[in-house]
């Protein structure tokens, strides 16, 4: 027996893979700080998970820290050494994401991504634990205006957050090139997650003022004195509104599933996978599809473009479906059916 280890566990994307690995029977040791999530995700995959009628669900252990604190880490390693059932697979959530604040507090940002996966990667080592899906993004491509990404697109960031997760990458081929032999490394490269579980229960709930496109605009359906803010109306594209690849937060998941299933049935390697759908919305496209699932209607405004922001973010998928037992399923319907239930089924507040 072993264990995975999920940093960021309760996160957004965290909390929904450590359902699905749950649901597969996987032991989950779960560790986040609760800076940006909350202890009541616990709760509530406690509670999917007793809806699960095939009785084969894995273990969820919890503990409550910062991966930056390297003799508590080591320490939990030791634990579940003695424990018999030594952490043996990372999935690496852990970290701040958010493009404008990393302009505004870029030490910050390289300090708890990068400083926080050192930390791990050599924890890990130390503990002969080798296999690792890393949480990348799609902002370390170099920006173009409308030809989707490949996987061998060059690359070059143009925020801290992004150039943060750029040199976590660099430094996971670095560290396989060291030892071929042992790693199994797995850069997923995120598009927009967006979406939440279907039945309500999980979704996006950050502790902070909503950053991203899906809970800014929930954010402004609960409070009426509140009108979403569309971030420049002058980008070069159809509408003159961002362009990006919204993948539903399921299909997210199940990509890491995938991605770790593959790690662990072939050779040592590392892999770097889009994981989006390979097709493009504009915000506006988005708001318009919203207000007709949902028979609502979205006040909004035009505002100033954010610092780091860029017009076209679209994933060329093809690699990671041919390399995966895996295949985005989920519409934009789907997407913005099940945050509306999320948000307001289960009366979630959007702080």
């Known amino acids: 027996m072993s264990t995975i ?14 359902l699905e690995l749950l649901k597969k029977g996987e032991n989950l040791l779960i560790i986040d700080s609760l800076e940006n999530s909350s202890i009541n995700i616990k709760l509530k995959i406690n509670n999917l998970l007793s809806k699960n009628n095939d009785n084969k669900n894995g273990k969820l252990v919890f503990r409550k820290g910062d991966i930056r604190n390297k003799i508590w880490l080591k320490n939990i390693f030791e634990e579940f050494k003695l424990l018999e059932i030594p952490i043996k697979t990372v999935f690496h959530f852990a970290g701040l994401k958010s493009v404008e604040e990393s302009t505004k507090l870029p030490l910050k940002y390289w300090d708890v991504n990068v400083n926080g996966t050192i930390n791990l990667l050599n924890i890990m080592s130390e503990n002969d634990c080798f296999n690792i899906i890393f949480s990348s993004s799609a902002m370390i491509y170099k920006q173009n205006i409308s030809k989707p990404f490949k996987e061998n697109s060059e690359l070059s960031p143009t925020n801290p957050y992004a ?13 396989y090139s060291s030892a071929p032999h042992k790693w199994r490394i797995a850069n997923l490269r995120y598009f927009n997650p967006v979406g939440a579980h279907t039945s309500g229960q999980l979704g996006d709930n950050p502790t902070k003022r909503p950053a991203n496109l899906f809970p800014a605009i929930i954010n402004s359906l609960q ?3 509140i009108e979403l803010s569309i971030f420049g109306k002058d980008w070069p594209t159809n509408d003159g509104t961002c362009v990006r690849d919204f993948i539903h937060i399921m299909d997210l998941a199940n990509a890491h599933i ?8 072939e050779d040592p390697q590392l892999l770097s996978l889009n994981i989006g759908t390979g097709f493009g919305t504009s915000v506006l496209e988005i708001i318009k599809t919203f207000e007709k699932v ?15 922001d860029v017009p076209f973010i679209v994933a060329d998928n093809s ?3 041919k390399r995966l037992n895996w295949i985005p399923k989920k519409s934009l319907k789907d997407i913005c059916r099940d945050t509306w239930n999320w948000a307001f089924k289960t009366e979630i507040k959007i702080n």
């Open 294 to 308: 949902n028979n609502c209607s979205i006040k909004y405004k035009f505002d100033q473009r954010r610092a780091g």
């Open 5 to 18: 280890l999920v940093t960021g566990g309760f996160g957004y994307i965290g909390s929904h893979t450590c």
């Open 258 to 265: 995938a991605a770790n299933d593959l790690l662990i049935s």
């Open 163 to 175: 150039f943060t997760k750029f040199t976590i990458e660099n430094i996971l081929q670095e560290l």
């Open 319 to 321: 690699y990671a479906i």
């Open 223 to 225: 409070n009426d004195n």
